[in-house]
């Protein structure tokens, strides 16, 4: 079945410091992917997304390309900041013929930015 | 627009106690689901709907029940609570069931089997 891999957390960071954190999938087809934020005592929100491959999805700093060769979506941003402490989950939704939409995530990456 | 609303925020059941908890969105959204959220576990699919009327299982629905009756609400059902309920629950929804549409979710809830 589809699965999503994500780095071990917590990973901690100095303000401005550059982040990645790795995600790789295993999906049939080409799924589209996603990477959600969850911020303390909050559901998930949409952070960015890419459909297709090569696509790159961006939004507030944060990118992340979708690579179908190394079947990656690694998430990455210049310059974090305190705000970004969260914990970062990667997903995709298949692309079955005439399938509904099943999110698979992945198990989360918490993220720590000291001043 | 309050977006997607689950109730109650915090709930404690003790075992095989049953309780429903709530979810409704005003998006006018087709698309609804339940997860729930354990430590090391991501989120796991638990019910989910395709428009008023059809329900479908995910990977874990055990123990719950769900129903569509409306657009707007999609409330998730546990018979008998167990003590390997214990979670937090979310409730998302995404305007259709395309796979390039992210979904909207719920605060959550959070709740204790004892």
């Known amino acids: 079945g589809d699965s999503v891999t994500q780095m071990e957390g917590p990973v901690t960071l100095s303000e401005e410091a550059f982040l990645t954190i790795n995600c790789t999938y295993t999906a049939t087809g080409y799924p589209s992917l996603f990477w959600y934020v969850q911020y303390p005592g909050e559901g998930l929100q949409l952070l960015l997304k890419a459909t297709k491959a090569d696509d790159k999805g961006s939004n507030k700093g944060f990118e992340a390309t979708y690579r179908k060769e190394t079947t990656s979506f690694h998430l990455e941003k210049g310059s974090v900041q305190v705000s970004d402490s969260a914990v970062y989950f990667c997903?995709?939704?298949?692309?079955?013929?005439?399938?509904?939409?099943?999110?698979?995530f992945g198990t989360g990456t918490k993220l720590q930015v000291i001043p | 627009n309050a977006g997607v609303t689950q109730t109650p925020k915090f709930q404690v059941l003790k075992t095989g106690q049953s309780m429903t908890l709530q979810c409704a969105q005003d998006m006018n959204h087709e698309y609804m689901s339940w997860y729930r959220q354990d430590p090391g576990m991501g989120l796991r699919l638990i019910h989910y709907?395709?428009?008023?009327?059809?329900?479908d299982q995910g990977e874990v629905p055990n123990g719950y029940n769900v129903s569509r009756s409306t657009t707007e609400d999609f409330p998730l059902r546990l018979l008998s609570a167990a003590p390997s309920q214990t979670s937090v629950y979310f409730c998302a929804s995404s305007y259709s069931s395309s796979p390039n549409q992210p979904q909207h979710f719920g605060d959550g809830t959070r709740l204790s089997i004892l």
């Open positions: 997903a995709l939704t298949p692309r079955p013929p005439g399938g509904y939409q099943k999110v698979t």
């Open positions: 709907s395709v428009g008023a009327g059809i329900t």
